[in-house]
T-cell receptor, first 113, second 113 residues
Framework: GENVEQHPSTLSVQEGDSAVIKCTYS??????FPWYKQELGKRPQLIID?????GEKKDQRIAVTLNKTAKHFSLHITETQPEDSAVYFC????????????FGTGTLLAVQP | ETGVTQSPTHLIKTRGQQVTLRCSSQ?????VSWYQQALGQGPQFIFQ???????GRGNFPPRFSGLQFPNYSSELNVNALELDDSALYLC????????????FGQGTRLTVV
């Protein structure tokens, strides 16, 4: 079955720096790749997603890139702020299914003021 | 905040018992998926319900079962509880049409003692 690996498990950056989180998926049929942010004790919330027909998507300070050949996708956060501190999860699914997600193990991002 | 609500928020059960968790989906959403999130891990897909039938299942034993009702709300039932079933159980609702975001509930924290 599909497997999603996520790195690093923890990431500490200074406020204003950039943060990059990387994921690798195993099933070449996967074609939907969302990123979720989960603050302590709260529900996961979608922050950005990308489908396999595009290589990059950007939304203000957040961008996601996808390399289908290498089966890699990455989350880029620029100009980090303390409120960006949370656990970030990547996920993958097939058939464009937005709710049959295989998640990575998460990255704890700490933005130091 | 999303319109996905789960009950109860916390639950303590004894090993061997049975438990039922409930989820009300966001208005207009016809699909509900359930995920298990162990402490420090990413959510794991349990199964999805669409039109009151199971529509995909992850790597979980048959003692994990579910229901979806005509109003699209859903239940997750777990029989013969084991200590390893202790986790946060999340439901997420969406429209079956590809391209619609999955919205998560706040979860039910189940502790098996």
């Amino acid at each position: 079955g599909e497997n999603v690996e996520q790195h690093p498990s923890t990431l500490s950056v200074q406020e204003g720096d950039s943060a990059v989180i990387k994921c690798t998926y195993s099933d070449s049929a996967s074609n939907y790749f969302p990123w979720y942010k989960q603050e302590l004790g709260k529900r996961p919330q979608l922050i950005i997603d990308i489908r396999s027909n595009v290589g990059e998507k950007k939304d203000q300070r957040i961008a996601v890139t996808l390399n289908k050949t290498a089966k890699h996708f990455s989350l880029h956060i620029t100009e980090t702020q303390p409120e960006d501190s949370a656990v970030y999860f990547c996920a993958a699914s097939k058939g464009g299914a937005t709710n049959k997600l295989i998640f990575g193990t998460g990255t704890l991002l700490a933005v130091q003021p | 905040e999303t319109g996905v609500t789960q009950s109860p928020t916390h639950l303590i059960k004894t090993r061997g018992q049975q438990v039922t968790l409930r989820c009300s989906s966001q208005s207009g959403h016809n699909t509900v998926s359930w995920y298990q999130q162990a402490l420090g891990q990413g959510p794991q897909f349990i199964f999805q319900y669409y039109r009151e039938e199971e529509n995909g299942r992850g790597n979980f034993p048959p003692r994990f079962s579910g229901l979806q009702f005509p109003n699209y709300s859903s239940e997750l039932n777990v029989n013969a509880l084991e200590l390893d079933d202790s986790a946060l159980y999340l439901c997420a609702s969406s429209l079956v049409t590809a391209g619609t975001e999955a919205f998560f509930g706040q979860g039910t924290r189940l502790t098996v003692v």
